[in-house]
Protein backbone atom coordinates (compact mmCIF):
# COMPACT_ATOMS: atom_id res chain seq x y z
CA UNK A 1 0.00 0.00 0.00
CA UNK A 2 1.47 3.48 -0.68
CA UNK A 3 0.78 6.30 1.30
CA UNK A 4 0.33 9.59 -0.18
CA UNK A 5 2.88 12.88 0.22
CA UNK A 6 0.34 14.65 2.26
CA UNK A 7 0.39 11.24 4.34
CA UNK A 8 3.85 11.17 5.10
CA UNK A 9 3.76 14.55 5.65
CA UNK A 10 1.21 13.95 8.32
CA UNK A 11 2.75 11.12 9.73
CA UNK A 12 6.38 12.68 10.08
CA UNK A 13 4.56 15.59 11.62
CA UNK A 14 3.00 13.17 14.01
CA UNK A 15 6.06 11.06 14.72
CA UNK A 16 6.02 11.93 18.95
CA UNK A 17 8.50 8.84 19.78
CA UNK A 18 12.37 9.38 20.04
CA UNK A 19 13.39 9.69 16.39
CA UNK A 20 16.69 10.72 16.49
CA UNK A 21 19.61 8.42 18.05
CA UNK A 22 22.84 10.07 19.98
CA UNK A 23 26.40 8.80 19.61
CA UNK A 24 25.96 7.34 22.80
CA UNK A 25 23.29 4.79 21.08
CA UNK A 26 20.47 6.29 23.70
CA UNK A 27 17.36 8.00 21.88
CA UNK A 28 17.01 12.03 21.50
CA UNK A 29 14.29 14.11 20.72
CA UNK A 30 10.71 13.38 21.43
CA UNK A 31 8.32 12.15 24.31
CA UNK A 32 9.58 9.89 26.80
CA UNK A 33 13.28 10.05 25.20
CA UNK A 34 16.54 9.25 28.02
CA UNK A 35 17.83 12.57 27.29
CA UNK A 36 16.88 15.54 29.18
CA UNK A 37 15.58 18.52 27.50
CA UNK A 38 17.82 21.51 26.63
CA UNK A 39 16.96 24.57 28.81
CA UNK A 40 17.97 27.84 28.80
CA UNK A 41 16.80 30.55 31.27
CA UNK A 42 14.31 28.19 32.58
CA UNK A 43 12.92 27.65 28.98
CA UNK A 44 12.69 24.38 26.75
CA UNK A 45 15.47 24.73 23.82
CA UNK A 46 15.21 21.83 22.32
CA UNK A 47 13.15 18.80 23.17
CA UNK A 48 15.78 15.61 23.95
CA UNK A 49 18.55 17.60 23.28
CA UNK A 50 19.84 17.89 26.99
CA UNK A 51 22.20 15.22 29.04
CA UNK A 52 21.41 11.60 28.75
CA UNK A 53 19.68 10.29 31.71
CA UNK A 54 21.23 6.73 30.93
CA UNK A 55 25.02 7.15 30.68
CA UNK A 56 27.37 9.87 31.00
CA UNK A 57 26.54 11.66 28.15
CA UNK A 58 26.17 15.58 28.66
CA UNK A 59 24.90 16.64 25.05
CA UNK A 60 22.77 14.95 22.69
CA UNK A 61 24.43 14.68 19.36
CA UNK A 62 22.63 13.47 16.29
CA UNK A 63 23.95 10.36 14.58
CA UNK A 64 21.07 9.01 12.51
CA UNK A 65 17.46 8.67 12.38
CA UNK A 66 16.04 5.18 13.77
CA UNK A 67 14.93 2.70 11.46
CA UNK A 68 10.92 3.44 11.78
CA UNK A 69 11.07 7.55 11.15
CA UNK A 70 14.33 6.78 7.88
CA UNK A 71 11.95 4.48 6.21
CA UNK A 72 9.40 7.09 6.32
CA UNK A 73 11.74 10.14 5.53
CA UNK A 74 13.20 8.05 2.30
CA UNK A 75 9.54 7.39 1.74
CA UNK A 76 8.76 10.98 1.24
CA UNK A 77 11.40 11.53 -1.11
CA UNK A 78 10.13 9.16 -3.42
CA UNK A 79 6.74 10.53 -2.84
CA UNK A 80 8.16 14.15 -4.09
CA UNK A 81 10.21 12.48 -6.70
CA UNK A 82 7.77 11.32 -8.22
CA UNK A 83 5.17 14.15 -8.27
CA UNK A 84 7.96 16.19 -9.73
CA UNK A 85 8.65 13.58 -12.43
CA UNK A 86 5.02 14.16 -13.82
CA UNK A 87 4.84 16.99 -13.81
CA UNK A 88 7.87 18.09 -15.63
ZN1 LIG B 1 23.72 10.95 24.31
ZN1 LIG C 1 23.15 7.96 26.72
Known amino acids: ?5 DE ?11 K ?3 RCGHLGDGELSPH ?3 IHG ?6 GHGRC ?4 CDKF ?3 RWISEFAELVDLRKEAIDAIQRTSS
Not at 8 to 18: C, D, E, Y
Open 42 to 47: GYTLAQ
Open 61 to 63: TWV
Open 20 to 22: SVC
Open 53 to 56: RSCA
Open 8 to 18: LTGRIQNFKKP
Open 1 to 5: MKMTL
Open 36 to 38: EDQ
